[in-house]
């Protein structure tokens, strides 16, 4: 089945993945393959991404234009993500041969997946972020520890703080005086332990 233009110029346009896997800058691989060779190859890539991420985000992207794109592109790029599009059979069959009991042809919209590589927590942020200038772009779900999340539990993970930010926030707290020693500790605390909260709360309804 041929693609559609939208489909097309996303799949063009979006940035490469990790060494020999190349993510949607070919869209023959993932939205096109028709030989068997061509889907066996497309199916063990993205299988092999699903295995290897520590976060997954489902995206629908129904609707974006070539800006929007280009936005998630190099924004993926900067923080280690690697964000897919591929059919939703393709989606389904992969996320079931790493282990996870996911119907993609479920999902509304046109689905793409954003890989979290180097933590649990890139991913959701990227697109959480992007999402709040872009409103064609939604949260559809995602994965974490082996289980699947609703937007909400994305958007409570995007909430949590990155690696840098709490580097950024431990040099805060070792240059504070100490008379705000103790109140900078436990604001940071609070933050952390409020919004894992919120996400084991989705987790255990899920």
Known sequence: ???????AIHSTLLGKGRGDLTFAVKPQIFCMAKTRSQKEVALAEL????KKSKAVVFVNYKGVTVKDVSKVRRGAEKVGVD???AKKTLITLAAKAAGYEINAKAMDGNVAVAFGM???ISAATLIAN????????????GLLEGKFIDAAGVKALAALPTKQ???GQLVGVINAPLS???GTLAGVTRGFVTALHAIEEKKAQA
């Open 1 to 7: 089945m041929p693609i559609s233009p939208a489909e």
């Open 47 to 50: 299988t092999e991404a699903f």
């Open 83 to 85: 964000y897919v599009v």
């Open 118 to 120: 180097n933590d649990e």
């Open 130 to 141: 992007i999402g709040k200038e872009v409103t064609t772009i939604q949260i559809l779900g």
């Open 165 to 167: 930010q709490l580097l």
């Open 180 to 182: 705000g020693l103790v």
